[in-house]
Each structure stands twice: as structure tokens, then as C-alpha cells.
């Protein structure tokens, strides 16, 4: 099945500085990738959708010059954290839809961003 | 979106039949009803999706009511690698793209 490539799957940062996660469909080309967060005991909550070679479309009350989102390839999107704060700290998720007319998505295994 | 209703928990023991509800009172006649899941510590993983007919794969089985307000995830035979938040996402065919989690239902399976 269609695999969905998350890294770093773990990143301890200081407080102030930026923090890159690249998320990568593996087997196939994925036009529209998604971004979530997710913290402790709670649901995912979609951040943005990241489209590929235009900008991204941010749900309302997400910050886009706060979490930078770049869609450059068909096979490869990263979600920058800028100037990273303790309360940024979460579970960071992308997914992708497998193609055209496919209606499942496909999850990467998430990234958890801890910031000191 | 669709509004849904799960069960905050549910329990169960290893090897027994699993049903999960979901209630989805406001969705569309073009709405689908997604389920994913999602194990400890990773990101969710689809399940099964369906229209109105019942669905069946090799994870689980999907019963739709007639009228389409709720639906059953069936487990045939729970196992403790089953345990995960269980969510019910209603989505439209080929609209937008994007799935809007709710809480889900947890189900812990005891050995």
C-alpha cells in the first residue's frame, strides 16, 4: 500500500529557533498533502493544506508565518516551525491522498516537537 | 461537516466482536463515511469507507443504517493490536479533500 515517510520522528529544541519536518509520499505523487497537530489526549486538528507548487491554505486561527509550509515536489512537503515557543510543543501529523478519485489517506507516523 | 456521536470509550476482550457506533445525524446525500483509526504514539491509519450498501474488508466491517444517520464499525475478532482511538469522519465524494477529526471512541482490548 501507499506509504507516507515522516522525519524526524522525534525533535528536542530550544526555545527561539526553527524546527523543519518533511513529510514524503513514498510510491506515489500526492498533489494535496494535509498537516494536523495533535495534543496530549486530544483529536488531530488540521493545520493546513498544502498544496503542490502554490501556497498552502490555513485553517482558521493557524498562523502561516508561524508554521511555514512548502509543497515544492509532487512527493515532498515540509512544515517549518519559526521561532519556536514551549506551547508549540505537540504531535506534529501529514497525510496524503493516493492519487486521483482515491479517497483514502494515508498518514505519516508523526512527528513529536518538544521545545524547551 | 457532518456533526458526529462516538462513544468516548469502549471495551472489550481479545478475540470477541466489536461494534462501534457512530451517529451522524446531519450528513449529506453525497457524504461518505470514513473510518480511520489511530494506534498510540502514531498517525491514524484508514479503516474502511462506504455510502449507504454495508462494506466489508479484510480489517473490518461497515454497517450503514437505512437512513444513513449512524453506522457500526464491526471488529470481527478483536485483537490487542485493535486497541486505538476509532474515528468516524463523514466526507464528501470529491469535494474538499480534507478530513475533519473528531474525538473518537478509545477501545481498549483486554487479553
Known amino acids: 500500500g501507499a506509504v507516507v515517510s515522516q522525519h524526524p520522528s522525534r525533535v528536542i529544541c530550544k526555545s527561539g529557533t526553527s524546527v523543519k519536518i518533511e513529510c514524503r509520499s513514498l510510491?506515489?505523487?500526492?498533489?494535496?498533502m494535509f498537516w494536523y497537530r495533535q495534543f496530549p489526549k486530544q483529536s488531530l486538528m488540521l493545520m493546513a493544506t498544502?498544496?503542490?507548487?502554490?501556497?498552502?491554505?490555513?485553517e482558521q486561527g493557524v498562523e502561516k508565518d508561524k508554521f511555514l509550509i512548502n509543497h515544492a515536489s509532487l512527493t515532498l512537503s515540509t512544515l517549518t516551525v519559526t521561532s519556536a515557543h514551549p506551547e508549540d510543543s505537540s504531535f506534529y501529523i501529514c497525510?496524503?491522498?493516493?492519487?486521483?478519485?482515491?479517497?483514502?489517506?494515508?498518514f505519516g507516523s508523526g512527528t513529536q516537537l518538544s521545545v524547551l | 461537516d457532518a456533526k458526529t456521536t462516538q462513544p468516548n470509550s469502549m471495551e472489550s476482550n481479545e478475540e470477541e466482536p466489536v461494534h462501534l457506533p457512530c451517529n451522524h445525524s446531519?450528513?449529506?446525500?453525497?457524504?461518505?463515511i470514513h473510518w480511520y483509526r489511530q494506534l498510540p504514539s502514531q498517525g491514524p491509519e484508514y479503516v474502511i469507507h462506504?455510502?449507504?450498501s454495508n462494506v466489508n474488508n479484510r480489517m473490518a466491517s461497515l454497517a450503514i443504517a437505512e437512513d444513513r444517520k449512524s453506522s457500526t464499525l464491526i471488529l470481527h475478532r478483536a485483537t490487542l493490536r485493535d486497541a486505538a482511538v476509532y474515528y468516524c469522519?463523514?466526507?464528501?465524494?470529491?469535494?474538499?479533500?480534507?478530513?475533519?477529526f473528531g474525538k473518537g471512541t478509545k477501545l481498549t482490548v483486554n487479553p
Open positions: 497525510s496524503a491522498r493516493a492519487g486521483q478519485g482515491n479517497e483514502k489517506l494515508f
Open positions: 510510491d506515489f505523487q500526492a498533489t494535496t
Open positions: 498544502s498544496n503542490e507548487g502554490s501556497k498552502a491554505t490555513y
Open positions: 446531519t450528513i449529506s446525500g453525497t457524504d461518505y
Open positions: 462506504g455510502l449507504t
Open positions: 469522519i463523514p466526507k464528501t465524494q470529491g469535494g474538499s479533500e480534507k478530513l475533519v
